[in-house]
């Protein structure tokens, strides 16, 4: 059946079963490929998008629960002030190695700094746990995203 | 190694456009160029008029570095800045673009790709510096020697132009044999830490395309049943409650039984239609073995004598000399099968064109694998089979497996089909645990004598596990008189110079599939290595550091370059003077010709939970090419071999993988490690490895830590998490 979608700033259909994740939906129906599969049980944190500027795990949110909320992937995150200055910060510290988990980290730190805008390196480690990145980039990834706070507070 | 192979359409390709220059190295090193096919070339850069170069990088991406790092060795000797020149990945073409170090395989491995392409990538440029100073030089009617090449420009003789005006007739040039090679004291890009990678902007933003984002119109997603049992053959099954699924096409029982694949319109369909087939299995000579018992199998081994003298050195002087030692240190250790587990699940996407030729789109670790494989598969002739090498998601090893496991299962998937639709195999994290190719299960034995001055006096080492190269076609390179040095490098080869040392291995019987894992052999000899001499160190009352510089003073450049890593490792660390509440551990060693040195630091104890606080690495690979991918690969080095240890290991119950998805086999996190400092030895030796270097001294280093803090608990059998450590 055909779904209206709020995706990156516009109305999109999909014609999907409402038990879809929404992972599979953005993949797979819309070619947004930025987001990543990486386990399904919401226990890597590579699907990760915004919900109503919220970071949830895509793999594990239906196209059902959805609703009229507002899905920002990692295609639109730079139109976001936090989102811009945490991609600026990730090539300034050259963050990514294989960066198939980049996206997510991308996403979930958004959501860490809309939440605080100065966070400490434990802040960063208990809001980000749920980020694997199997080449560890892990130091950068803090760095980046503190790197990121000094951008936005310049 | 004959491989049948032509680079007749690449070749084609490449010569289509009317002004391009393509410099390479041939077969045998010798400077070749041309713009035709007749010419036996081995492109390495490609200029066009438009004065675009591209460096064709022979190695796959997986994050380790080479597109930026070969595209930098091209931009060093063309004089260009880093934002005036481009990649693209090689073909599949094992003649042109074999890893010198690999025998006629096209591949990534080893911690090779800079390795064996530096030379060959800087001559390619400096060759083709010189024919387009040649080409200049004609034009004008001057000199070549009057000429420079700075930033894409010909100057001199009062003139300047852009290099791409001379593409064309440099291309008709003959390409110069010895081309002069930069000094190193001219370097501006190689050595320079703040040259940065060339993909990470896309990898930042979601462009960047790895396999599993291949999308071809009217594509099929395949997904294959698998079955508990390892090595259970699929001979029926009932899709009656997948045909429920919408976007669920068909089923079939693959032509080696191994599984059935379902085929799908899209993934979710895979998955969900994947989960609802009923197969029936024939178990009849499926592995009924657990885990316990290929432990006890590898335990056994190390009691009894080993199968081969590794080092052909006199063992019973060996055991006299431990005999008649003041003390004997000894101890036992087990390393359990371990996953992969690259971020990217396992994929790749097989098309057929209109003129019969199959297209594999693939994060390619070892192209020529698939590539003749395929050739098999399909019967086709090579050059009608093409790969292109998509960004892959981590290998870690598990891309370049032997018989090109995943790649194969695609093309079987493929072959049941009209070829009419490309299809895509997709694997699960599941598939990707469970049916995957493991680290092997490794064992050893170790005891040490010292006399009553706390020196060594003898060091007999027992090794027990499965090869993981006999069999395969790196056995001729790998096993000599029956010994695979994978099994027992970083040991048996050791630079420490040990008296009365003698070194054992046993084959044990086939457990899983195995594969090269981060670091291979490293990986549990280092530690092995590294703890038995704290534990010797500990035994003579000396300081850990001092001790092993006992060991690494008979001047050769292996000790030497340790000894220079460990002095600087624990410089940099203030080793001995760790503040309260803290311990320290160190460990060394030399892998993939780099050498690497690394303390960890922690808080807490085993019992009340220990915390990674700081790692310091030294690391001497030579010249570091990009020195902040280096320290980057150290970090990710560092995390993979402490992730793992801490908590990580593959297991069977009665022939059945236990472990399914990351809950099962948890991933290090970032709050697991606090922090990581790494320092580049500046050296003029040539480039060695970086990737898996980092990885073999993580974790002795933690596991001397561990036995350092308060309750000097020795770990010797992993995961550490369910042998008596805790983590904060």
């Known amino acids: ?71 920002t992937t990692i295609e639109a995150i730079s139109e976001d002030r936090i989102g811009a200055a945490l991609q600026q910060a990730w090539v300034e510290l050259d963050v990514v190695q294989c960066g198939y988990c980049q996206s997510g980290q991308i996403m979930s730190a958004v959501g860490l700094l809309a939440d605080n805008p100065k966070p400490s390196a434990q802040d960063i480690d208990d809001y980000m746990a749920g980020n694997a990145c199997r080449c560890a980039t892990y130091q950068r990834i803090r760095a980046g995203i503190q790197r990121a706070a000094e951008i936005l507070e310049a | 190694m004959t491989l049948d192979t032509t680079r007749r359409g690449f070749l084609k390709g490449a010569a289509a456009g009317a002004a391009v220059l393509l410099v390479g190295t041939g077969p045998k090193g010798a400077v070749a160029a041309g713009h035709s096919a007749s010419t036996n070339l081995n492109p390495f850069v490609k200029i066009s008029s438009d004065g675009t170069v591209t460096a064709i990088v022979k190695h796959f991406e997986k994050g380790q570095g080479p597109a930026t790092g070969l595209t930098t060795l091209i931009a060093e000797e063309l004089g260009l800045r880093m934002d005036q020149v481009t ?99 001219e370097f501006r890009l190689i050595g320079n830490p703040d040259v940065r990678r060339l993909d990470s902007a896309i990898k930042g933003n979601g462009e960047a395309k790895f396999a599993i984002d291949v999308f071809l119109p009217d594509q099929m997603i395949a997904m294959i049943a698998r079955p508990e049992q390892r090595g259970a053959l699929a001979t029926a099954f009932d899709d009656a409650e997948a045909k429920s699924v919408k976007g669920y096409i068909r089923a079939a029982i693959m032509p080696n039984k191994a599984g059935v694949v379902v085929y799908a319109e899209n993934t979710w369909a895979a998955m969900q239609a994947r989960d609802l087939l009923d197969v029936t299995w024939d178990v009849s000579a499926a592995e009924t073995r657990s885990s316990d018992q290929i432990e006890a199998e590898i335990r056994a081994a190390l009691d009894a004598e080993p199968v081969y003298n590794v080092n052909k050195t006199d063992m019973a002087a060996t055991k006299g000399a431990i005999e008649a030692a003041a003390q004997v240190v ?69 891309r370049a497996t032997p018989t090109a496991d995943y790649q194969v299962e695609a093309a079987l998937a493929f072959v049941m089909t009209d070829r009419s639709r490309p299809v895509k195999l997709v694997w699960s994290r599941e598939d990707d645990l469970r049916s995957g190719y493991y680290r092997p299960a490794f064992g050893h034995k170790v005891r040490v004598g010292l006399d009553a001055e706390g020196q060594i006096v003898g060091w007999d080492h027992r090794i027990a596990g499965q090869s993981i190269m006999k069999g395969t076609p790196f056995e001729p390179m790998v096993v000599r008189d029956g010994i695979d040095h994978s099994s027992v490098e970083g040991a048996a080869d050791t630079p420490y110079a040990i008296p009365a040392a003698s070194f054992g291995l046993t084959d044990t019987a086939k457990a899983t599939e195995t594969l090269w894992w981060r670091a291979v052999g490293h990986t549990h000899t280092a530690y092995v290595m590294e703890v038995m001499m704290d534990m010797a160190a500990k035994a003579a009352g000396r300081d850990p550091m001092a001790f092993r510089m006992d060991y690494l003073s008979d001047g050769t450049a292996d000790q030497q370059r340790l000894a220079q890593v460990l002095k600087l490792a624990t410089e940099k660390a203030g080793w001995g003077n760790a503040p309260e509440g803290r311990a320290q551990g160190l460990a060394v060693h030399k ?99 970086a990737g898996e270097p980092g990885t073999p001294p993580a974790a002795p280093a933690l596991a001397n830590a561990i036995a350092a803090s308060t309750t000097g608990l020795r770990v010797s059998a992993m995961p550490m998490e369910l042998n008596g450590v805790s983590f904060a």
């Open chain 1, 1 to 71: 059946m055909a779904i209206q979608l709020k995706l990156n700033g516009e109305n999109r259909s999909v014609e999907a079963d409402p038990g879809t994740p929404l992972l599979w939906v953005l993949r797979d129906e819309l070619q947004l490929t930025g987001t990543k599969f990486g386990c399904g049980v919401a226990s890597c944190g590579a699907c990760t998008v915004h919900m109503d500027g919220v970071p949830v795990r895509s793999c594990q949110t239906y196209l059902e629960d959805v609703g009229t909320a507002e899905i």
């Open chain 2, 87 to 185: 990649y693209a990945f090689a073909p599949s073409n094992p003649e042109l673009y074999s890893n010198l170090f690999f025998g006629g395989f096209q591949g990534t491995g080893g911690s090779t790709a800079m390795a064996n392409s530096f030379m060959q990538y800087r001559t390619a440029g400096a060759a083709a510096r010189e024919m387009l100073l040649q080409a200049a030089a004609q034009a004008w009617g001057v000199d070549a020697s009057a000429l420079t090449l700075e930033e894409g420009v010909i100057k001199g003789a009062g003139q300047s132009a852009p290099l791409g005006d001379f593409v064309a007739a440099a291309a008709q040039l003959t390409a110069p044999e010895a081309p002069r090679l930069k000094d190193p004291s």
């Open chain 2, 330 to 398: 000894e101890e036992t250790f087990y390393f359990p099968l371990l996953a992969h587990a690259p971020m990217e699940p396992l994929n790749c996407t097989i098309e057929q064109t209109a003129e019969g030729k199959i297209i594999l789109h693939d994060g390619a670790q070892m192209p020529t694998g698939p590539h003749m494989a395929f050739a098999q598969i399909f019967q086709l002739p090579m050059e009608m089979i093409e790969i292109r090498t998509m960004l892959a998601g981590g290998s870690f090893g598990r």
């Open chain 2, 591 to 689: 892998s993939f010709g780099s050498f690497v040195a690394e303390v960890v630091e922690i808080s807490g104890t085993p019992e009340t939970g220990v915390r990674i606080e700081k790692v310091t690495c030294a690391v001497d690979c030579g010249i570091a090419v990009n020195p902040d991918i280096v320290k980057a690969q150290m970090e990710g080095g560092i995390g993979y071999g402490i992730g793992h240890v801490m908590r990580d290991q593959i297991t069977l119950t009665d022939g059945a993988v236990d472990q399914y998805n990351f809950p099962d086999y948890e991933p290090l996190r970032i709050g697991d490690i606090g922090q990581i400092d790494v320092h580049v030895v500046a050296s003029a030796e040539a480039p060695t490895g």
